[in-house]
């Protein structure tokens, strides 16, 4: 039995985005993003301005709530808290000159209450939440001058928070564009009509504004900790036949091609081969080359399930999946989404990541999206008796502890939607990941009260004793 062991400095803490919970999406000058008009998530319909059903609107209102929200973070006693900061505060259709000083404001306040606690901020720069003005009039990232909107709007918040946030993430699941071209890459072309050398070249265009970011950070503050974010996902071969295997090496290259762009600065030759296998030509300057070298100083990432590929056709039944497919692996169980479980993919993808790159890995996010119950606890209080969730997180965790064991290097892990918030996927509330239970429904009704779950303690139990308790 392996002895859990946490480094004394691991960061502990929760993770959440802008777009999914914020809510006062037309307050202080924020302009409209991606998210504004897509009220079922990220796959469903686009409408022309936002809806009242669109739940993201007023998420569960933190905007106004944060000091109670990061109260209760700070009694889990979190080291730190994942969010991003809404593009469209800061620079409401993107391609302005001059930054909303409201939208900074928040942020400043935000970052000030963390600090209040002692608690690390580490923040996405972009969340799915692309201006809606930048998606409408130059098709989001297809197009290359989105490379210096971003610039100038990461250059505004480095230069800003300089003092405030050290450790920061230029794309959250920079992969998942292939997948989702509108809500994580801002691609106005429906997907059908799109063609793979305009995705590939979005692709690019967005590696490389992640290497010009991690340039200018480094610039501003050379203390800067700059991570690259992608979605994990094992990819196992469904049977030993060594169809199977090269099946599953290339499903995982499709992932693995983003993390090797951003620690080695340079494409890998099985993508060059891809390309030129697919007929996909792409614009690539030698000056992008040159950006591309600016490599990151960690690797963090999304972890929720591994997937399964074969190359018999006959045996390809589509597994449900945040954002990429794969196939149903027959030995695991899946979540009321159909997301299958499976905390040992989680030591291997550490393994995996070690192996490929040593460079310093940081899990930021991991967790199980459920439906739960508010009832009367013992002591008379509202909560939920989220055991199925206390089990999930104990499970990954005790993976996380192995992987350590193995020689792994993480810094730290934070869990997908501390406190609920609205679903990226279904744009749903009902999917809840939280610690916190928030009385908001699908329905648009509820107090928007805050109530603890039993899994509140039993995080809170975790960090105090750095993972001995589990
Ligand atoms: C990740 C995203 O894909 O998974 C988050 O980075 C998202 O934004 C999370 O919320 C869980 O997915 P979902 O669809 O259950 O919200």
């Not at 796959?43 to 936002?50: L, N, S």
Request: contains cysteine; negative net charge; hydrophobic residues 35%.
């Amino acid at each position: 039995m392996t002895e859990l062991k946490f480094p004394e400095n691991f960061l502990w803490g929760g993770a959440t985005a802008a777009n999914q919970y914020e809510g006062a999406y037309n307050v202080d000058g924020k302009g409209l993003s991606v998210q504004d008009v897509t009220p079922k998530g990220g796959f469903g319909p686009i409408t022309d301005r936002p809806t009242p059903d669109n739940m993201k609107l007023e998420g569960i209102d933190f905007y106004h709530r944060y000091k109670e929200d990061i109260a209760l973070f700070a009694e889990m006693g979190f080291k730190t808290y994942r969010t991003s900061i809404a593009w469209t505060r800061i620079f409401p259709n993107g391609d302005e000159t001059e930054p909303n000083e409201a939208g900074l404001q928040f942020y400043d306040d935000l970052f000030d209450e963390l600090a209040k606690y002692g608690i690390e901020p580490l923040i996405t720069l972009s969340h799915y939440e692309t201006p809606l003005h930048l998606a409408r009039e130059y098709d989001g990232w297809v197009n290359r001058k989105m490379i210096g909107f971003y610039e100038n709007y990461v250059r505004t918040v480095f230069t800003r928070y300089k003092d405030k946030v050290k450790y920061w993430l230029t794309f959250n699941e920079i992969n998942s564009i292939i997948h989702a071209p509108f809500m994580s890459g801002g691609i106005a072309t429906a997907p059908d009509k799109l063609s793979k050398s305009d995705l590939y070249q979005a692709v690019h265009h967005e590696l490389v504004a992640s290497a010009l970011a991690t340039k200018i950070g480094h610039e501003i503050n050379p203390d800067f900790q700059i991570g690259c974010m992608v979605l994990a996902m094992p990819t196992y071969p469904l049977t030993a036949h060594p169809d199977d295997v090269i099946a599953a090496m290339e499903a995982e290259r499709q992932n693995y091609f983003f993390s090797d762009v951003h620690v080695r600065g340079a494409y890998p030759g099985y993508m060059k081969r891809y390309f030129r296998e697919n007929g996909i030509v792409l614009d690539i300057t030698p000056e992008d080359e040159e950006i591309l070298k600016n490599t990151v100083d960690f690797i963090s990432f999304s972890y929720y399930m591994s997937s399964t590929e074969t190359a018999d056709e006959s045996k390809k039944v589509k597994g449900a999946g945040n954002i990429l497919g794969g196939v149903m692996n027959p030995y695991l169980e899946a979540s009321e989404w159909g997301w299958q479980i499976d905390p040992k993919g989680l030591r291997i993808v550490l393994n995996d990541f070690w192996d490929r790159y040593q460079k310093s890995l940081f899990i930021v996010e991991n967790g199980l999206g459920a439906v739960d119950q508010l009832v009367e606890g013992e002591d008379g209080q509202m909560t939920v008796n989220d055991d199925y969730r206390i089990k999930y997180l104990n499970d990954h965790l005790v993976q996380v502890a192995e992987a350590i064991a193995d020689g792994v290097e993480v810094m730290g892990y934070t869990t997908w939607g501390c406190i609920d918030l609205v679903s990226a996927s279904t744009a749903e509330l009902k999917k809840r990941y939280g610690f916190i239970y928030v009385d908001r429904h699908d329905d648009g009704s509820g107090t928007l009260k805050r109530y603890k779950k039993k899994s509140f303690n039993w995080y809170k139990e975790v960090i105090a004793t750095n993972g001995e308790s589990l």
